[in-house]
Nanobody, 128 residues
């Protein structure tokens, strides 16, 4: 399984960026994708997650991004997006996406251990 995270860059506070996580390597009939981020000197933290069980979609967000970030999936491709609006300087971090099973309990979507494969990370820098 390969994951490719992209879309990071430099944005001003209040601006927007869209991250993409494209995964491949086998047939995914169901999956869970989580976005996590790690700022310098901080531990990796959960940002947003999406679970697709083949019939319905469930999402979860960290309180710090709720109402500003939106996670979505492309029905035609195994790609999950993280639309980040109203960015703040504290959103500056390396963002990682992980993919795991779509059968996981939704409460586990915030746990890094739920994800079997990870992308390389993409840097988001928000200037004030």
């Amino acid at each position: 399984v390969q994951l490719q995270a992209s879309g990071g860059g430099l944005a001003q506070a209040g601006g927007s960026l869209r991250l993409s996580c494209e995964f491949s390597g086998r047939t995914f009939r169901n999956y869970a994708v989580g976005w996590f981020r790690q700022a310098p000197r901080n531990e990796r933290e959960f940002v947003a997650g999406l679970r697709w069980n083949g019939r319905s979609r469930s999402t979860s967000y960290a309180d710090s991004v709720k109402g500003r970030f939106t996670i979505s999936r492309d029905n035609a491709k195994t790609t999950v997006y993280l639309q980040m609006d109203r960015l703040k300087p504290e959103d500056t971090a390396v963002y990682y996406c992980g993919v795991g099973s779509g059968s996981l309990i939704i409460g586990m979507i915030r746990n890094q251990r739920s994800y079997d494969h990870w992308g390389q990370g993409t840097l988001v820098t928000v200037s004030s």
